[in-house]
């Protein structure tokens, strides 16, 4: 039914004395490997080649704008006009233990200390050669789709927070997280098997902050250990197979499934404000399910594949229809959206609250920021109005009731 195109390549870059991306600390730099990372590139096509759309999945933090300008820059000069925004579609698993260094605005220059160039480009280059070698592979095959749960894996990081929807909203989940898995498997026309994408929301952060070893966490686990069983007899990144564990929903879904304690006293701290009665809020984090960081990541990871694998093998829904995609861009600092016949809101220029100081329970803050900040601090204000200026009117009632510690959009 299509024309199907599977790769996959190193995109490891750097992994000593490189900042690394996603818990925003400073102090944590590379120190050595744990895992390799890799992109791996998925190519659909029309039978006739009229239409095709790239999917690239990539054991990274998240797909910057300086990343995807330089991707496109370099199909396109190999490509013509083949691979272009708008079927190009670049993803990052969300690793926090990957290298940082490869984005082009200012609040992620500060922890990660400006741009890296090597790091940008072993991920420019993994990604490109990721889509060359899908590109050369193309066949005729067939893709086929499965759904199911995964269960003993993933909590809600801020429960609190999500018990402020309102009941009707709730009511219509049985969970406060998505527990569906949703899996795409690939055959070529002789039944050979090419590959599968597989979507699950978790936050790859096992590993935590503490870690200090490049690795791409517990969905890269699952890819490691759904290609070692199709790639018999192969090296890891080695075999013409390719899993890819995908990003999904996993804003607030968290890996660490027995839930936050204080590491000073062992207690727990699941309340609104994530802070514990010795040390405030630094002091909690969440743990588990294993007993160490290694441990967990291997817990969750072999969960996920397991069954992605069940999923794989009863794969029967087969995929058709014609091939579709689109690219467009939006300014988010002014969209209007209608609540119902009579209300109309509108979104409003960017601006970082205090709980976002806080961090979550996967990762804290700094300074002892807390969670569901309903008030500023006249301290932190002052600073604040020092070194940006204090936000708009407009700015403050636009985000009321949040707290501003940084208007970031009148920058």
């Known amino acids: 039914n299509y024309l199907l195109g599977t790769g996959r390549a190193d995109c490891t870059g750097p992994v000593a004395e490189i900042p690394l991306m996603g818990y925003a600390s400073m102090d944590q730099v590379g120190g050595g490997l744990l895992m390799r990372l890799y992109s791996r590139a998925f190519i659909v096509a029309d039978p006739d080649d009229s239409r095709r759309v790239v999917f690239v999945s990539a054991d990274i933090g998240m797909v910057s704008q300086r990343l995807r300008l330089e991707v496109l820059e370099r199909l396109k000069s190999k490509y013509g006009d083949l691979y272009r925004q708008d079927n190009v579609i670049l993803s990052g698993t969300h690793t926090h233990s990957g290298p940082g260094g490869y984005f082009q605005y200012t609040l992620f220059w500060i922890t990660s200390k400006g741009l890296i160039r090597p790091s940008l480009n072993a991920i420019v280059n993994g990604i490109v050669k990721s889509i060359d070698i899908a590109h050369q592979n193309m066949r005729r095959g067939r893709i086929f789709i499965n759904r199911g749960t995964v269960e003993n894996s993933q909590i809600n990081r801020s429960p609190f927070s999500y018990l402020e929807n309102p009941a009707s909203e709730r009511s219509r989940y049985s969970s406060n997280t998505d527990k569906e898995m949703v899996m795409l498997k690939m055959v070529d026309g002789k039944g050979q098997e090419l590959g599968l994408i597989s979507w699950f929301a978790v936050h790859p952060v096992s590993m935590n902050n503490t870690n200090h070893l490049v690795n791409s966490d517990n969905v890269g686990y699952a890819s ?44 727990s701290c699941n309340n609104p404000q994530s802070s514990c009665p010795v040390g405030g809020a630094t002091m909690c984090m969440a743990m588990g399910p294993g007993n160490d960081m290694f441990e967990s990541t291997r817990i969750i990871g072999q969960n996920i594949y397991l069954r992605a694998r069940e999923l794989y ?92 510690l940084f208007s970031t959009g009148e920058v």
């Open 313 to 404: 093998e009863k794969a029967s829904q087969e995929i058709t229809g014609p091939i579709s995609s689109a690219h467009q861009w939006v300014n988010m600092s002014d969209v209007s959206v209608e609540l119902n016949a009579t209300h109309t809101v509108k979104t409003c220029k960017p601006a970082l609250g205090y709980s976002f100081a806080a961090g979550t329970i996967d990762g804290v803050g700094a300074f002892n920021f807390t969670q569901g900040s309903v008030e500023g601090d006249p301290f932190w204000d002052e600073i604040r109005n020092q070194l940006l200026g204090e936000p708009s009117n407009e700015t403050k009632d636009c985000h009321e009731p949040k707290p501003i």
């Open 224 to 267: 490691y250990l759904f290609e070692q069983e199709k790639n018999k007899g192969m090296l890891p990144g080695e075999g013409s197979f390719v899993a890819a564990f995908a990003s999904s929903n996993l804003g607030d879904v968290s890996p660490n499934t027995k839930g936050p304690f204080c590491v000073n006293t062992g207690q």
